[in-house]
C-alpha cells in the first residue's frame, strides 16, 4: 500500500490514478498521521442471470404440474391456518381461566369453544 499527502494528491494526482486504475490502495497522510484510504472502485456485479433460459435447460419443454408461487402460497395458508386454530385454542383457554368457564353475558357461544358447561 503506497502512502501519499493531501499535498501529493492535490497536485499530482495525474500520477496517482493510473495506479488506482490498476487496482493500487493509498494511505493519505496530514502531517505523518493516516487520515484516510484512498481504494479503488470496485467493478459492478454482473447482472442477473436469465432464470428462464436457466429453466429451460434443467427441465427442458416440460411444462411445471404446480407452479412454485401457486406452492408457495398453498404452504402458506396450511401455516396461517394453523396459526390461527392455534391462536383461538388459547384465546378459549384464556377465556375459560379469566371467567371460571362462564360463559360472557350477552355473549352466544361458539361451536369452535367448549367452555366446560
Same mark, same amino acid.
Given at each position: ?40 472502485? !470496485? ?8 432464470? %428462464?433460459?436457466? $429453466?429451460?435447460?434443467? *427441465? &427442458? /419443454? =416440460? ?18 391456518? !394453523? ?8 384465546? %378459549?383457554?384464556? $377465556?375459560?381461566?379469566? *371467567? &371460571? /368457564? =362462564? ?15
Amino acid at each position: 500500500m503506497k502512502t501519499a499527502t493531501v499535498r501529493d494528491l492535490r497536485y499530482h494526482f495525474s500520477e496517482t490514478e493510473p495506479r488506482l486504475e490498476q487496482g493500487e490502495e493509498f494511505q493519505i497522510r496530514k502531517r505523518r498521521c493516516v487520515i484516510a484510504r484512498l481504494v479503488p472502485v !470496485r467493478p459492478k456485479a454482473a447482472a442477473y442471470p436469465d432464470f %428462464a433460459v436457466r $429453466r429451460k435447460k434443467i *427441465f &427442458g /419443454g =416440460r411444462a411445471m404440474k404446480v407452479t412454485s408461487a401457486k406452492r408457495l402460497a398453498e404452504e402458506r395458508d396450511r401455516y396461517l391456518k !394453523r396459526l390461527r386454530r392455534h391462536q383461538l385454542s388459547n384465546l %378459549a383457554l384464556h $377465556r375459560r381461566r379469566q *371467567f &371460571g /368457564g =362462564r360463559r360472557l353475558p350477552g355473549s352466544t357461544p361458539s361451536p369452535d369453544f367448549s367452555f366446560g358447561r
